[in-house]
């Protein structure tokens, strides 16, 4: 087999996993919703809001606007070719992590994801992309050389998509750091009626 019909069998290989994970993924939304940001799983995920959480969270929220402002100057110095000051504006984090934002990421990295994650003491190393490319019969013989061959062409390869994960788990936080806000506040005025 020539090296071009082996990219292109490789890059078939992966596209149909890749959207076979995808699908999966979809599947498992409304049950992972369902489980976690259903009113009994909620309160479950913020019994971590207790402690320092009840200080970082509204910090966040004022924080929330000016971290938006840095996502999109990194965007925006991309998009003019400034690349280098894009990769250090996007390492800027505005936001302090709270103890139910990093239990968001866990959960939506393991449960939903399901892909290698590390937080703290805690890691699991499932990964369902990988299990789902090499569960195609046509992976098995050829598929190691081939991504073998195109991470030594590009050594950044293992980076970007790592970056590209962290960006999202990212979002989540913020998405996080929002709701932590908005619940503590309701529980507040309920509270204080």
């Known amino acids: 087999m020539t090296d071009r019909a082996q990219e292109e069998l490789t890059r078939a290989i992966v596209h149909d996993a890749v959207r076979k994970y995808i699908a999966t993924r979809r599947e498992r939304i409304?049950?992972?919703?369902?489980r976690h940001f259903t009113l009994v799983g909620s309160l479950a995920l913020h019994r971590r809001a207790i402690g320092w959480?009840?200080?970082r969270a509204p910090a966040n929220l004022f924080l929330a606007g000016p971290a938006l402002s840095v996502k999109l100057a990194s965007w925006a110095a991309r998009r003019a070719g400034n690349h280098r000051l894009a990769a250090w504006l996007a390492g800027r984090r505005l936001l302090v992590e709270t103890d139910v934002a990093r239990e968001v990421e866990?959960?939506?990295?393991?449960?939903?994801?399901?892909?290698?994650?590390r937080r703290g003491d805690r890691a699991s190393y499932r990964d369902a992309i990988a299990e789902t490319i090499l569960a195609d019969s046509r992976a098995a013989?050829?598929?190691g050389a081939q991504l073998n061959r195109l991470a030594g062409r590009d050594p950044e390869f293992r980076g970007r998509v790592v970056l590209?994960?962290?960006n999202y788990l990212g979002s989540r936080s913020a998405t996080a750091?929002?709701?932590t806000g908005f619940?503590?506040?309701?529980?507040?005025?309920?509270?204080?009626?």
């Open 30 to 34: 409304d049950p992972f919703v369902d």
């Open 183 to 193: 619940f503590a506040a309701g529980l507040g005025t309920l509270a204080v009626k």
């Open 53 to 55: 959480d009840l200080l």
């Open 177 to 179: 750091e929002i709701a």
């Open 164 to 166: 590209a994960i962290e």
């Open 106 to 117: 866990w959960l939506i990295a393991t449960e939903l994801l399901e892909i290698p994650c």
């Open 141 to 143: 013989e050829r598929l």
